[in-house]
DNA sequence: GAATCTAGTTAGATTATCTAATTATATAAA
DNA sequence: TTTATATAATTAGATAATCTAACTAGATTC
C-alpha cells in the first residue's frame, strides 16, 4: 500500500549500490572447480529477481488485504471446483506445503466467509472444500490488480525476448517442479 | 536437508497438475481491457518459477543452518568490509527492510559470533558492523554449495538461451529493483 | 540549554511455515 | 468381532522474517 518503504531513515552514508560485479568476483574465489559459473551467475540472478518479483506482488495485494500464499490457495479451490472431493490433504501435497499449514490458511478463507468445509459421506475422515459465491466475488475483485501486476513486471521486454523467455521460463518452471516434486 | 517434503500423505485422491491452461482461460475472463495478457502470463510464470527458486535455495542452505536472508546479510557485510562505516541503517535501506529487522538479523549472526558490532567514535549513536575471521571462515564453506545451487537452477539451458536470459534477467532485475527503491 | 532529530534497540504483533500430539474414522489382522 | 494400525484433519506450540511503536542515548539546532 505504501508503494516503497518510507524512509525511516533520512540523512545517512549510504552505501553504495554493488551491482553483481563483485558477487562475481566472490564466485571466482569460492566457487568448486564442477561449478559452472555463467549458469551460477544467471542462478544468483534469477534468486535476486525471484525475490523482488514476489516482494512486488505482496506489495500491489496489500490493498486487498490478502497475501500471494492466500490468494495462491483461493485460485487453487477455484481452478479444482468441478472435483468432487477436494480435500486438504490433496491440497498441501499439491502445494507443497504440510495439511496443518493448509488447516491454517483455510482457516483464515473461512472466516472471511470465500470458502466453506464440508465432511465428506464416502469417508468420515475426509473435508470436503469448497470456494462460495462470496469468494467468488473476491476473486473477481482481486484478479484485475493481479493480472496487471504480473504483465508489469515484464511490460519493458520487446517482442522478441518475450518469445525467448517465454519458452525458458516454461522449460525452468517444469524442471524446477519436477526437483520439489510440487507444482500447480 | 529432506529433500522433497517427506511424505505425510499416503493414498491419496491426488489432484492433477492444471499447468497453466487454466489459468490463461481465467486470465481472458477476469483481466481488465488494459492488461497485456501475453506479458501477465510470463510474469505468472516468473512468480512461480521465483518461488521454487527460493525454495530451492532454502533446501539446500538448510544442512548449513542458514536462510537466505541471514546469507544475503552476510554477503553484503563481507562486500562492504572495506567501507569506514557501516551501520544497521545503511544496511537495512540496502535491503529494503526495517532497522528493527536488521537488528534481529544481526543478533542471530553475533551469537554465532560471525560479525563484531563496534561503536562509531565519530558519532556515538552509531554502530558499525563487520563479518570477522570465523565469519569469513563460514562463507567458505557454504559458498560453494551456494554457487552449485544457483547453477543447478540454470543447468538445462543452452548457450544460446543463456545469453539472451542473461540480458533478459539484466533488465528485468535493473528495472525492479529501480521500482523497489532497493537492491544489491 | 531546551527542543528536536537520529541510530539502534526493544517490545509486541503478524504471517507463513514447521513438528508432534490429538481426535475421529476406516481398514486390516487375529 | 475385537484389536491394532493407518489416515485425515485439527490443535498446540515452535521458529523465522518481517512489521510498527515506543524507548534510550547521543547529536544538532535554535
Redesign the interface.
Known amino acids: 500500500m505504501d508503494g516503497?518503504?518510507t524512509k525511516?531513515?533520512a540523512t545517512?552514508?549510504?552505501?553504495p549500490?554493488?551491482?553483481?560485479a563483485?558477487?562475481l568476483t566472490?564466485?571466482g574465489d569460492?566457487?568448486?572447480s564442477?561449478?559452472?559459473?555463467?549458469?551460477?551467475?544467471?542462478?544468483?540472478?534469477?534468486?535476486?529477481?525471484?525475490?523482488?518479483?514476489?516482494?512486488?506482488?505482496d506489495l500491489e495485494l496489500s490493498s486487498y488485504s490478502i497475501t500471494?500464499s492466500k490468494l495462491d490457495l483461493l485460485?487453487m479451490l477455484?481452478?479444482?471446483a468441478d472435483?468432487e472431493?477436494?480435500?486438504p490433504?490433496?491440497?498441501?501435497?499439491?502445494m507443497?506445503?504440510?495439511?496443518s499449514s493448509v488447516t491454517a490458511l483455510l482457516n483464515w478463507l473461512e472466516k472471511r466467509n470465500w470458502i466453506n468445509r464440508e465432511s465428506y459421506d464416502k469417508d468420515g475422515r475426509m473435508t470436503h472444500v469448497r470456494i462460495n459465491a462470496e469468494g467468488r466475488v473476491f476473486?473477481?475483485q482481486v484478479?484485475?490488480q493481479f493480472?496487471?501486476?504480473?504483465?508489469?513486471?515484464?511490460?519493458?521486454?520487446d517482442t522478441e525476448?518475450?518469445k525467448?523467455?517465454?519458452?525458458?521460463?516454461?522449460?525452468?518452471?517444469d524442471?524446477?517442479?519436477k526437483?520439489?516434486?510440487?507444482?500447480?
Open positions: 516503497k518503504l525511516e531513515n545517512e552514508q549510504q552505501l549500490r554493488l551491482g553483481i563483485p558477487y566472490l564466485m569460492t566457487a568448486s564442477e561449478t559452472d559459473q555463467d549458469a551460477a551467475q544467471l542462478g544468483l540472478l534469477m534468486l535476486w529477481l525471484g525475490d523482488h518479483v514476489l516482494d512486488i506482488m500471494e485460485l477455484f481452478l479444482h472435483k472431493l477436494l480435500t490433504s490433496a491440497l498441501a501435497d499439491r507443497g506445503i504440510r495439511r476473486l473477481q484478479l484485475p493480472w496487471s501486476t504480473c504483465a508489469s513486471l515484464i511490460e519493458d521486454l525476448e518475450r525467448l523467455f517465454s519458452k525458458v521460463l516454461l522449460k525452468l518452471n524442471r524446477i517442479e526437483r520439489l516434486g510440487v507444482g500447480r
